[in-house]
């Protein structure tokens, strides 16, 4: 009797569960903890079906169909849900609710009907809180084949594009390289920035200031009119005239300016807007700022609970539930009551968003960024802040600023003052994360038309003209979404791959083509210009949605691409010269150990030094970017990467008898004050400048300067 109930116990404690698959293991973690018994909650790990890399593996011939294997590394991980899923009564499909997760929800569908026959939906849900989780169980929906037809159609386009384009490169520049539809069109712009940028001639202009006093207070003034016209000031000369005419003259108040301006609250965050301000306000690069976000989607341990802090990060929408502006009325309406408008503020989605999802926004918003910090990185509670802000404030009423000009005049010359202060803070009450242009500043003393000042010293000032400005994470992304270049999903990883093939290099926070970019654009654009351009890839997207929203059949899309592009490559293999080799350089150092020439040649990460006896020596080194300063020591500083994160630094080669390091890029040039090497830096105020690596020394200066100490 007792092996009887024991066997008994047994049976019960194994009964069947319903069985959930998500992406992630932390998305898993999360959301076991909201539905508890009853359920078990496993992670696919992203896709465990797929093309396989080795090969094209498009039938062309039979309608491009695509021919999917198990994702090398991940069949026991496949078996493993399907044991799972033998022992429930139900299986949930809940990967995320794009095209990608449809596209993983499908092809689990698939490998999971084929080993057993219990029934599998699919549930979406925008946020991993107990209510969404639940209320998607409820509602379990089969998978959309249309939607997962747009993600064939594109990952068919893009192996079509990307496994042809590579071998030409491979025969044409150099092994090892590759190309895709989507990042050579983002390649292309940079270096057609980069072409402005280079050709841009600065012109020189000067401004000038004063100070003027009343009483005890002092403030500057801009010189904005001379004699009765817009001072043209191009040369120093120009400004010391000025300055010699008008000392010693009179200062009179001659017009006094009070102007109102009403700011209105931005939308919450799209994905774009989010990576931009990240990249703005934070430094963070896109990669970065999707890493972090996801976390704080997925799920963080907020004391003794388990809880998912933004909504889906994916999105190109400004739309919010109904529910969630309860939520946040109700906070507002209980902290800042004065501030709550008699509606709700909506805000209009664009005409090319796709509003499957939400905007991005806190699940919570009793979870202000105070009351959390302590269970936060660092970098998650700054993107926290930023999301939370943004998505309160947008249910505010609005700001108003009273700005306040003053013009004063000094024999023929009017200069001018202005200072800006709030007048009713609005949303700013919650916003303590603002952006340079939201920021008010300046005070002035009480002034009066006809009040007579004194002025002190005067402050000529010369500058040149900004060109154009290289791109930046945000000011791409900023582009990519306003040409329709991509989608939410595929900004981050647009530029992860531009700086992963070594195609773009980041300096400075600027995306800057490298040699080997600029070469590989030239190709792609001069033989494919049908392809590699914005117009091609915006017209791609808009059929990917189409082909989503079942209005266009994806193998008719492919085809119509397919055929005038297979021949064009055809044609560029027989005409294009080869470039390879050109990249090489023969250099003044030995390789010291054949003796032989050492060449410069680029690889995947960059430049670097290699023995001309290849493949008898293997010998390599990093290539010297300046003479190592230290007084003694006879090294070279080379370029050097980190071991846990492989970010870049600068470092002797006499290490670890030397250990002088930097973390600015070295310039070929030498300070003329004490013979330091320069390095290039970069700050909001000044932009790119050249500065003298010595902590002692305090040379700065342009290259206008630089020419002329030489």
């Keep these: 009797m007792a092996v009887k109930s024991a066997a008994k116990t047994k049976t019960k404690a194994k009964a069947k569960r319903i069985l959930v698959i998500v992406e992630s293991p932390a998305k898993a973690k999360t959301i076991e903890h909201y539905l508890g018994t009853g359920y078990t909650v496993r992670a696919s790990m992203g896709h465990l079906i797929d093309l396989p890399k080795s090969r094209l593996a498009i039938d062309v011939g039979r309608n491009f169909q695509p021919e999917y294997i198990t994702v090398r590394g991940r069949a026991k991980l496949l078996k493993e849900l399907q044991k799972d899923a033998k022992n429930s009564t139900q299986i949930l499909l809940a990967s995320d609710n794009d095209r990608e997760g449809e596209a993983i929800a499908w092809h689990l569908n698939n490998a999971l009907t084929e080993k057993n026959d219990v029934p599998i939906q699919r549930i979406v849900f925008n946020e991993i809180t107990p209510g969404a989780i639940k209320e998607a169980v409820k509602h379990p929906r089969d998978i959309d084949e249309a939607k997962v037809n747009a993600q064939k159609a594109r990952r068919v386009l893009d192996r079509l594009v990307g496994y042809n384009l590579s071998p030409l490169l491979w025969k044409k520049v150099k092994n090892g390289l590759s190309a895709g539809r989507v990042q050579s069109v983002a390649l292309r712009l940079i270096c057609e920035r980069e072409k402005e940028v280079e050709e841009f001639i600065p012109e020189e202009y000067w401004t000038l200031d004063a100070d003027f006093v009343k009483g005890k207070t002092k403030f500057t003034a801009q010189l904005v009119q001379y004699k009765e016209g817009k001072p043209d000031l191009k040369t120093e000369k120009s400004v010391q005239d000025i300055i010699r005419e008008i000392q010693g003259s009179e200062c009179v108040v001659i017009d006094k300016k009070e102007t109102e301006k009403t700011v209105r609250p931005k939308a919450p965050f799209t994905t774009s807007k989010l990576q931009q301000a990240a990249a703005n306000r934070l430094g963070f690069t896109s990669k970065k700022t999707m890493q972090i976000a996801q976390q704080l989607y997925e799920g963080i ?65 009793k979870y202000t960024p105070d009351s959390v910090k302590e269970f936060l990185s660092r970098d998650q ?211 010291e150990k054949c003796g032989k020439p050492m060449v410069k ?16 020596c293997h010998n390599t080194r990093s290539i010297p970017l300046a003479k190592c300063p230290r007084p003694g020591c006879n090294g070279e500083i080379v370029a050097r990467k980190t071991k846990g994160r492989g970010k870049e630094f600068y470092g002797c080669t006499n290490y670890p008898e030397c250990e002088f390091i930097t973390h600015f890029k070295p310039i070929d040039v030498y300070c003329p004050k004490c013979g330091w090497f320069m390095v290039e830096k970069f700050d909001k105020k000044n932009g790119a400048y050249k500065s003298c690596i010595n902590p002692d020394c305090d040379y700065l200066h342009s290259a206008d300067q630089e020419t002329e100490d030489k």
Excluded at 601 to 610: C, P, Q, V, W
């Design 301 to 365: 341990q907020i004391g003794s609970t388990r809880v998912g802090l933004i909504t889906y990060m994916r999105t190109d929408s400004v739309r919010i539930s109904q529910t969630a502006i309860d939520d946040v009325r109700g906070w507002i309406e209980k902290n800042y009551p004065d501030q709550l408008p008699p509606e709700k503020i909506e805000y209009s989605v664009g005409k090319q968003a796709q509003d499957a999802h939400e905007a991005i926004r806190p699940t919570y918003v």
């Design 381 to 591: 509670l700054r993107l926290y802040s930023i999301i939370w802000e943004r998505f309160v404030s947008s249910q505010m009423n609005n700001a108003r600023t009273k700005t306040t000009s003053v013009d004063i005049q000094a024999g023929d010359a009017v200069f001018r003052v202005s200072a800006s202060k709030l007048s009713e803070k609005g949303f700013y009450c919650v916003m303590k994360t603002l952006s340079s242009k939201e920021e008010v500043s300046g005070n002035l003393p009480a002034l009066k038309v006809g009040e007579k000042l004194e002025s002190s010293d005067f402050y000529p000032e010369q500058h040149f003209t900004q060109g154009p400005a290289r791109y930046t994470d945000a000011s791409i992304v900023k582009t990519l979404e306003e040409k329709g270049i991509g989608r939410p999903s595929t900004y981050a990883p647009i530029i992860s791959v531009l700086l992963d093939r070594y195609y773009v290099t980041r300096v400075n926070r600027q995306l800057v083509p490298t040699q080997l970019g600029k070469i590989i654009c030239r190709i792609l654009v001069e033989s494919f210009p049908d392809v590699i351009n914005e117009q091609f890839t915006s017209e791609v997207e808009n059929n990917l949605d189409k082909v989503e929203q079942n209005s266009l059949v994806w193998n008719s899309m492919i085809a119509d691409f397919y055929k005038p592009f297979i021949e064009q490559v055809g044609k560029v293999m027989d005409t294009q010269e080869s470039l390879k080799g050109s990249l090489d350089e023969q250099t003044d150092k030995v390789c």
């Design 601 to 616: 040649k680029l690889g995947r990460f960059g430049y670097f030094l290699a023995c001309s006896g290849f493949p008898e």
